[in-house]
């Protein structure tokens, strides 16, 4: 899922990592990896329910930054995992995150550190930074996400579906014809279904929409990926407990509340023909918030793969290491 043209850093291997207890019966997966002496990042990676990837640290140049990477409660390496028949979701919310990341950040003994997101991890980002401005340095987002209404119904409740017809059949297809009206509650109710036989098909479609639809160009290993049985449902049934709660926000709060990031540096990376996280949010929230640099890769799609979203990406992280 690493194309080789796009420029990265070479792999490297993390000299620490741990299980934090965080509370609630959750333990989240944290490691480090580059220079210990160096500029602390902190990586919040997508979904939710996604997870970080050893791919993930060679944004970032080794010999200047301290990369933390962590697995958001549920997923990757985290416990309990949400692929669980009887996964409990009232301790997974937006906030159980900015908490743990907070918890990880005073665990490590980092004062201040970069914040890094994208997709959801940008709405992530964006609740840490505007919960604890005083110990952000810096920001870099990707394809940003706020879960305000009208995001969520474009991708999943039938906006999309005019650009992808196809695959926005299969993506409807374990849906009753009378459910269809809130295909996100439809899903809901499949995804909580104890039996592997009602929820690990609910869940393969859901999972199966975002990971073809993510690229400017079909990725069949990415959707073979996102489909693994457990990964995908736990990507699912997080994705899903999320977005019926609207990520536990007032409607369109992290656009209206980014006046509190203004002294902070940042960079936004949108890809023009992104379809799961359009641009319309970005440009709302560089409106929003105009000292955050946007850039507008004209021949991108969502995903990282994409060489130009890597290359600004990493543009972005090369200039804040100088700072």
């Known amino acids: 899922m690493v194309s080789a043209e796009t420029p990265l850093y070479p ?20 490691e480090q990896s580059g220079n210990p002496d160096g500029k602390p990042v902190v990586f919040l990676h997508g979904g939710p329910g996604g997870a970080t990837s050893p791919w993930h640290r060679r944004l970032f140049d080794p010999e200047r930054y301290r990369i933390v990477l962590l697995d958001q409660r549920g997923c990757g390496r985290s ?22 990341i907070e918890l990880l950040r005073r665990n490590l ?32 987002l990707r394809g940003v996400f706020t879960l305000r ?22 993506f409807i297809a374990p849906i009753p014809v009378l459910e269809r009206s809130g295909l996100i509650e439809a899903y809901h109710r499949r995804l909580r279904d104890p039996d592997p036989a009602v929820h690990v098909p609910a869940a393969i479609a859901w999972s199966r929409w975002e990971a073809a639809t993510l690229t400017l160009r079909p990725d069949p290993a990415l959707v073979q990926a996102m489909t693994e049985t457990a990964t995908a449902t736990a990507f699912a049934r997080i994705e899903n407990h999320y977005f019926r709660h609207g990520g536990w926000f007032r409607e369109g709060q992290l656009i209206e509340d980014a006046a509190r990031l203004r002294d902070i540096p940042a960079v936004i990376v949108q890809g023009r023909y992104d379809v799961c996280t ?12 105009p000292e955050a640099d946007l850039v507008m890769v004209d021949d991108a799609g969502h995903a990282v793969s994409e060489p130009g979203i890597r290359a600004a990406l990493i543009a972005a992280t090369d200039r804040f290491a100088e700072r």
Not at 21 to 30: E, K, M, N, P, S
Not at 87 to 94: G, S
Not at 128 to 133: C, F, K, L
């Open 11 to 30: 792999p490297i291997e993390p000299y620490a990592s741990g299980q934090l207890l965080v509370g609630d019966g959750h333990r989240v997966y944290w």
């Open 79 to 100: 416990t309990p995992h949400a692929s669980a028949p009887d996964a409990d979701m009232r301790a997974n919310t937006t906030w159980h995150l900015v908490a743990d």
């Open 109 to 140: 003994g980092i004062a201040r550190w970069q914040v890094f997101g994208g997709s959801w991890g940008s709405a992530l980002a964006l609740a840490y930074a505007q919960t604890h401005p005083q110990v952000v340095s810096e920001i870099v």
């Open 149 to 170: 209404r009208h995001e969520l119904e474009w991708f999943y409740e039938g906006g999309a579906e005019a650009i992808f017809p196809d695959l926005w059949e299969q």
């Open 278 to 289: 359009p641009a319309m949010t970005a440009w709302d929230l560089h409106r929003a918030w």
